[in-house]
């Protein structure tokens, strides 16, 4: 059967002359801090000072504080985070009604000091100072992004959307090329098969990234590009990139395989495709990009797909194009096409410069990923009139203005056909970084790496799959601990006990902010009475304390800790467990008392009672609370004083605080009196 190459749909739109070409990061070399100005912490502040006090209103501070702000000549001072009265854990323990697991930010502050002040000798000194416990430089950090000298590149907003592509759409609209670049543009061993029309084999952007390949409508191993829309793909996926040359790909170095299986009108059919599958995939192709697809589901399709992918091969294809180029519907908005509707293969809606699903694309559950695919510049073979897309308001009727291509090699294009070859460019940049992933694994980069498009497209959730593609997020790794050490390493913890470590984290992104805290088997916070001190130098180091006072003030049913890292640069979150200790039952059982439970499988419906004995040791005060096995309150039985020691009894009644009979189950008796801290269980049976 015939499956017809998918229309080029275009929007339309002016874009401006190209930029200077050159290699570049966005910001220009920096210091590393600023030289105006330091950041400290000081040991105690009043609250109410939100805003910037110059040293003529220095009279409302503290005289500790106005006094080290004189003897430094500082010019300026600011809190950073605002003038609560209130200490963060206090304030927001209050607000949530739970006891609140954030750092103290009550005594951060800038200080602003004369132009040529010696920053160094001036926190040695700081640091001496008995008012505060932290001084440091105001750290500079910059977005870290890789331009290429292309000069066609400032035009290819898919890569790089700012308000300098005058392309009326939104900044940042894109898959964050840029950012990604810096840590990989990929390898010429990386082979990407691109089954369409054939690639112009002598472009001057694309000769060098070219291998073998085979034209399968002719029956030659010339298989050269007679429609245009071959060598277009194969420049959004791996044009050559730095070369200063035309456009750059998602991928600047790789290994383009053209394998003819359109003819010169953008037709072909299943036998001829499926030929060009399994050619790609017996010699060596890792990702194959299908941008075309038709309505028929072909078992002899299915085979090839199914063939590519147990051979561990990457497959990427267009989810469609609903509208001809003349705006009318030609298909169900939701297809399905073949071949992007098999689930191996990652199927790919467009979106335009706003980050909405383009008008012609389709929108279904099916689909697994959208990419940008409107008004696509890439390359084309100069033999080829450039078609710079379809008639204006044809399929995006908000843009009117004509997109004219730079030059005769090449073109502007729009369709999920221009979406594919972005989503195949960057399976080849993630196996570029890591060479030994498998395709289930490349695809799940591709599917995580996203960012998230709801707002632009609230009517359509659920039908572009897991967001639009965000290149950098595709190949960064997210910030992780690589190494810790505890002293003293037990197996085991108890009350009362301290262990210092050390520990080093790592990101792709920015160096990662950091949180410590210990939590139960159950995932809860272990926070009263228990706390994790650390500090962190040259951004990566990490070292600090452990303080383990008293587990049980938490929750009585606490038999293991872990102690948990949690680490967030601008773009990943992520928490790792990096030390677990079981609760030492030594702990459990102070000497001096005794406590027992009684009757404690009983029917309360039945008027049974479980009975708490406890053997005081002396005077004192006697609490005892109930559980569930989840920890969470049932009723405190007892919270009182005893005047001398000997014995006492308490009953239960099987109710709550509330007097209400609770479910049957394991109810945990937590109890605190002269002589005994200890967790005794009780069985309700109804």
């Keep these: 059967m015939k499956?017809?190459?998918?229309?080029?749909?275009?929007?339309?739109?002016?874009?401006?002359?190209?930029?200077?070409?050159?290699?570049?990061?966005?910001?220009?070399?920096?210091?590393?801090?600023?030289?105006?100005?330091?950041?400290?912490?000081?040991?105690?502040?009043?609250?109410?000072?939100?805003?910037?006090?110059?040293?003529?209103?220095?009279?409302?501070?503290?005289?500790?504080?106005?006094?080290?702000?004189?003897?430094?000549?500082?010019?300026?001072?600011?809190?950073?985070?605002?003038?609560?009265?209130?200490?963060?854990?206090?304030r927001f323990s209050r607000i949530l009604g739970r006891q609140a697991r954030v750092p103290d930010l009550h005594g951060w502050a800038v200080?602003?000091?004369?132009?040529?002040?010696?920053?160094?000798?001036?926190?040695?000194?700081?640091?001496?100072?008995?008012?505060?416990?932290?001084?440091g430089p105001d750290y500079k950090r910059s977005a870290f992004q890789l331009s290429p000298n292309d000069p066609f590149f400032p035009q290819q907003w898919h890569h790089h959307n700012t308000s300098l592509n005058d392309n009326g759409g939104t900044p940042g609209a894109d898959i964050s090329s840029t950012f990604a670049w810096p840590l990989v543009t990929g390898l010429q061993p990386v082979v990407i098969a691109i089954l369409d029309t054939g690639i112009s084999l002598t472009h001057p952007d694309l000769t060098a990234n070219l291998v073998a390949g085979f034209d399968f409508v002719n029956n030659t191993g010339t298989p050269d590009d007679d429609n245009g829309h071959g060598t277009h793909v194969a420049g959004i996926a791996a044009a050559r990139g730095n070369n200063a040359a035309d456009v750059a790909g998602v991928m600047w170095q790789a290994s383009l395989m053209p394998v003819k299986v359109l003819d010169a009108a953008g037709a072909g059919d299943d036998a001829t495709i499926a030929a060009g599958i399994e050619f790609a995939a017996t010699n060596g192709a890792q990702v194959i990009n299908m941008s075309f697809g038709g309505l028929a589901d072909d078992p002899l399709l299915q085979d090839a797909v199914n063939f590519a992918s147990g051979m561990g091969v990457i497959l990427v294809a267009a989810a469609g194009n609903f509208l001809d180029c003349a705006g009318d519907v030609l298909f169900p908005s939701d297809g399905p096409f073949f071949p992007a509707f098999y689930p191996n293969v990652i199927s790919v809606a467009a979106t335009d410069e706003k980050d909405q699903i383009a008008a012609y694309s389709v929108?279904?559950?099916?689909?697994?990923?959208?990419?940008?695919?409107?008004?696509?510049?890439?390359?084309?073979?100069?033999?080829?009139?450039?078609?710079?897309?379809?008639?204006?308001?044809?399929?995006?009727?908000?843009?009117?203005?004509?997109?004219?291509?730079?030059?005769?090699?090449?073109?502007?294009?729009?369709?999920?056909?221009?979406?594919?070859?972005?989503?195949?460019?960057?399976?080849?940049?993630?196996?570029?970084?890591?060479?030994?992933?498998?395709?289930?694994?490349?695809?799940?980069?591709?599917?995580?790496?996203?960012?998230?498009?709801?707002?632009?497209?609230p009517s359509l959730l659920g039908q572009f799959g897991s967001g639009r593609l965000n290149v950098r997020k595709a190949v960064a790794i997210k910030p992780a601990v690589t190494s810790f050490a505890i002293t003293p390493d037990s197996a085991t913890i108890q009350n009362n006990s301290s262990l210092s470590f050390t520990m080093t984290?790592?990101?792709?992104?920015?160096?990662?902010?950091?949180?410590?805290?210990?939590?139960?088997?159950?995932?809860?916070?272990?926070?009263?009475?228990?706390?994790?001190?650390?500090?962190?130098?040259?951004?990566?180091?990490?070292?600090?304390?452990?303080?383990?006072?008293?587990?049980?003030?938490?929750?009585?049913?606490?038999?293991?800790?872990?102690?948990?890292v949690g680490l967030a640069d601008t773009v990943f979150t992520s928490t790792a467990t990096v030390k677990t200790w079981t609760v030492a039952s030594s702990n459990a059982l102070p000497p001096g008392g005794s406590a027992s439970i009684y009757n404690g499988v009983f029917n309360p419906t039945q008027g049974a009672r479980a009975t708490v004995r406890l053997n005081l040791s002396g005077p004192g005060h006697v609490k005892i609370r109930i559980?569930?096995?989840?920890?969470?309150?049932?009723?405190?039985?007892?919270?009182?004083?005893?005047?001398?020691?000997?014995?006492?009894?308490?009953?239960?009644?099987?109710?709550?605080?509330?007097?209400?009979?609770?479910?049957?189950?394991?109810?945990?008796?937590?109890?605190?009196?002269?002589?005994?801290?200890v967790t005794q269980k009780a069985v309700v049976v109804k």
């Excluded at 801090?33 to 000081?42: I, P, S, T």
């Excluded at 109410?48 to 106005?66: E, N, T, W, Y």
């Excluded at 510049?377 to 009117?400: D, F, M, Q, Y």
Aim: hydrophobic share 40%; glycine share 8%; charged share 15%.
């Design 363 to 457: 929108r279904a559950p099916w689909v697994k990923v959208a990419a940008p695919g409107n008004d696509i510049l890439s390359t084309w073979p100069t033999s080829i009139a450039a078609t710079n897309g379809c008639s204006p308001g044809s399929c995006e009727p908000s843009i009117s203005a004509v997109p004219i291509a730079p030059n005769a090699e090449t073109n502007f294009d729009c369709g999920t056909s221009m979406a594919s070859p972005v989503v195949a460019g960057a399976a080849g940049l993630v196996l570029s970084r890591f060479p030994g992933l498998s395709a289930q694994d490349v695809t799940t980069h591709i599917l995580s790496g996203v960012d998230n498009i709801n707002a632009q497209n």
């Design 505 to 564: 984290i790592s990101s792709d992104i920015a160096p990662p902010s950091v949180t410590m805290f210990l939590t139960d088997q159950a995932g809860r916070v272990l926070a009263i009475g228990n706390s994790v001190s650390f500090s962190i130098t040259n951004q990566i180091s990490v070292s600090g304390t452990v303080n383990i006072g008293n587990l049980s003030l938490n929750y009585p049913t606490a038999s293991l800790v872990e102690l948990q």
């Design 3 to 90: 499956r017809l190459g998918l229309c080029l749909v275009l929007s339309l739109i002016a874009w401006p002359r190209p930029a200077g070409a050159s290699l570049r990061r966005a910001a220009a070399q920096s210091p590393r801090y600023a030289a105006d100005r330091v950041v400290v912490r000081f040991r105690e502040l009043p609250g109410g000072l939100s805003q910037r006090v110059a040293a003529a209103g220095f009279g409302i501070l503290p005289a500790a504080v106005r006094d080290l702000l004189s003897r430094y000549r500082v010019t300026a001072f600011k809190r950073v985070f605002g003038g609560s009265p209130e200490h963060a854990a206090s």
């Design 111 to 135: 200080l602003e000091v004369p132009a040529g002040t010696d920053i160094q000798s001036l926190l040695s000194k700081l640091r001496q100072e008995d008012t505060l416990d932290y001084a």
């Design 627 to 677: 559980y569930t096995m989840r920890g969470t309150l049932v009723k405190t039985l007892v919270d009182q004083d005893a005047s001398a020691a000997g014995v006492q009894t308490f009953d239960w009644a099987g109710d709550n605080g509330a007097g209400t009979t609770v479910a049957s189950g394991i109810y945990l008796f937590r109890i605190e009196a002269p002589g005994i801290n």
